[in-house]
C-alpha cells in the first residue's frame, strides 16, 4: 500500500528536463519562475539541474501544470 502510494506520488513529480521545457514554454526567466512558484532560485535551478537530479515536489509540479493549463497568479510577471 505504501509503496503504490509512494509511486503515485513520485509520477506527479516533474524531471529536471519536465521542468525547464514548462519554463520556456511559460516564457519566463529563473527569477520569475521562482517568484510565480514562490520558491528560492537556487530551489528552482536544482530543479532543473540535471546534475543535481531532483525531481520538483509533487505539490510544485502540480502549480506548474496548472499554469501551463492557462491557470495566471496575481503575482505573474506583467500582471497588473
Do not use: C
Request: net charge positive; glycine share 4%; no cysteine.
Amino acid at each position: 500500500m505504501l509503496r503504490s502510494l509512494m509511486h503515485r506520488v513520485k509520477s506527479r513529480e516533474m524531471t529536471p528536463k519536465q521542468m525547464r521545457k514548462a519554463r520556456r514554454k511559460l516564457g519566463l526567466n529563473h527569477r520569475e519562475f521562482a517568484v510565480v512558484l514562490k520558491s528560492h532560485i537556487t530551489s528552482v535551478h536544482n530543479w532543473q539541474s540535471d546534475t543535481k537530479n531532483r525531481n520538483a515536489p509533487a505539490s510544485i509540479s502540480e502549480l506548474v501544470r496548472a499554469y501551463l493549463a492557462g491557470y495566471r497568479s496575481d503575482d505573474w510577471p506583467g500582471a497588473k
